[in-house]
């Protein structure tokens, strides 16, 4: 998180960097090589399945390490899917409609499951909220181009 204003002076870089942004977007990276299956790349998983299979034997024929490793990208997929799987009941007197209708026009739980699914992958969301003609509105922007400034 950025405290001061210096990146602004001229010659700087875009985006400043300081240690926690370097950290946060390693992490990022990381988690998104995770989540596209990208293991071996990560981790020095190659030594472990040697030892495996020097044990017993041609445990990589019968079975995929990709998949035994991965369950990344379905442990997101998944909370997201209890979250906003389904569009849920809303029960409301007077504000029923409102909200029928704003889920309508912006397509609110589509969003929000777009929006889980990143907080599962990187650890943050950002939800822009904008004004759309009038009508208030919001998408779901990745945290990877998301530098806080306090």
Do not use: C
């Not at 998949?67 to 990208?73: A, G």
């Not at 997201?80 to 409609?97: F, H, M, R, V």
């Not at 309508?104 to 759309?132: C, E, H, P, Q, T």
């Amino acid at each position: 998180m950025l405290t001061n204003l210096e990146w602004l002076n001229k010659g700087n870089t875009w985006p400043p960097m300081d240690n926690d942004t370097r950290y946060r977007f390693r992490k990022y990276e990381r988690n998104q090589k995770l989540y596209n299956k990208e293991n071996g790349e990560l981790y020095d998983y190659q030594e472990a399945f040697k030892r495996i299979e020097r044990v017993i034997g041609n445990f990589h024929d019968v079975i995929s390490y990709a998949t035994i490793i991965n369950y990344f990208r379905l442990i997101s997929k998944k909370t997201a899917d209890l979250l906003y799987g389904e569009s849920p009941l809303i029960q409301a007197d007077e504000q029923k409609e409102t909200i029928e209708q704003i889920n309508k026009n912006v397509n609110m739980f589509l969003k929000l499951y777009k929006s889980a699914i990143d907080i599962s992958r990187y650890g943050d969301s950002i939800l822009y909220v904008y004004d759309n003609n009038g009508q208030g509105d919001f998408k779901v922007v990745s945290p990877q181009i998301w530098i806080p400034i306090v």
